[in-house]
């Protein structure tokens, strides 16, 4: 099987050359059309995914932690997690009664932790709190906020392993 192209026609040989040019820019087009929307099309995945870095900043193992994290937090108490860093201003997304939000924007030193109704009873305001004031605030002026989210997901599934513990042992 052959492939045909098609032959260009004009008048004179500058329109033949103004027609290949066209049908060149228009072929251009269309993939540089292609290219653009399958980008933003994976940049909506990344976003609607358990993690989201726009500033690059974490690395594979990091990411490979938060969707650990995320997959056990499932698995255990039913409940996703969505972790969003952005290199400007954020806009908090529109969550379930069963996911966790962490937004962070480093440079402007601004974050927002939201968590399930239940999740946010069972841990407590005090908690959560300390979440902020102790891990992730001051890791902004140290820039080791990648590692505070590590820390600050390792100490929320400790509390929601130690409660699950308390509460078995209750029984």
């Known amino acids: 099987m052959r492939i045909k192209i098609p032959r260009v026609h004009g008048e004179s040989p500058k329109e033949k050359v103004f027609r290949s ?39 594979t193992n990091q990411k490979k932690f938060i969707v650990s994290f995320t997959r056990s937090l499932r698995d255990e108490y039913g409940m996703d997690c969505k972790i969003q860093i952005y290199g400007g201003d954020f806009v908090v997304p529109d969550l379930d009664g069963k996911t966790m939000y962490i937004g962070l924007a480093p440079a402007l030193g601004e974050l927002e932790l939201r968590f399930p109704p239940m999740m946010r009873k069972t841990l407590g305001k005090e908690f959560i709190e300390s979440l902020k004031t102790t891990f992730l605030l001051p890791s902004f002026k140290e820039g080791d906020w990648p590692m505070a989210i590590q820390e600050v997901l390792m100490e929320i599934y400790k509390k929601l392993e130690q409660l699950k513990k308390e509460e078995s042992a209750s029984e």
């Open 21 to 59: 040019l066209a049908l060149v820019l228009v072929f251009a087009a269309v993939i540089w059309a292609f290219y653009m929307n399958n980008k933003h099309v994976v940049d909506v995945l990344n976003q609607e995914g358990a993690v989201y870095d726009e500033t690059k900043t974490l690395d």
